[in-house]
């Protein structure tokens, strides 16, 4: 079983960057990805970002390409998120997870950590 923490989450105005942090433990194998999703009120859960754990093959969505880059520490099973140039359509909650590689789909990861709350304020 595997277990994942979020931090980084927090208020920032429009124009403004964070970082989110997700820390993995428990993962036996070497051959997964680790992805960003968010979800707001009245919008179902959407796809932000992957990086596969054993290449660096990473993976964005159309609405935060160019603005968020995503990373990873293999040594500390730590995947990080960047985003800068915040707008308040960003403002959700942020949930890391863990699942097959070369998959955008939420039903197929198997792991999720509890989410963190990105505010972006205009």
């Known amino acids: 079983q595997v277990q994942l923490v979020e931090s980084g989450g927090g208020l920032v105005q429009a124009g403004g960057s964070l970082r989110l942090s997700c820390a993995a433990s428990g993962r036996t194998g070497s051959t997964y990805a680790m992805a960003w999703f968010r979800q707001t009120p009245g919008k179902e859960r959407e796809f932000v970002a992957r990086i596969n754990m054993n290449s660096d093959l990473s993976d964005y969505s159309d609405s935060v390409k160019g603005r968020c880059t995503i990373s990873k520490d293999n040594s500390k099973n730590t995947v990080y998120l960047q985003m800068n140039a915040l707008e308040p359509e960003d403002t959700a909650v942020y949930y890391c997870?863990?699942?097959?590689?070369?998959?955008?789909?939420?039903?197929?990861?198997?792991?999720w950590g509890q989410g963190t709350q990105v505010t972006v304020s205009s």
């Open positions: 997870a863990a699942g097959p590689v070369g998959s955008r789909l939420d039903r197929q990861y198997g792991y």
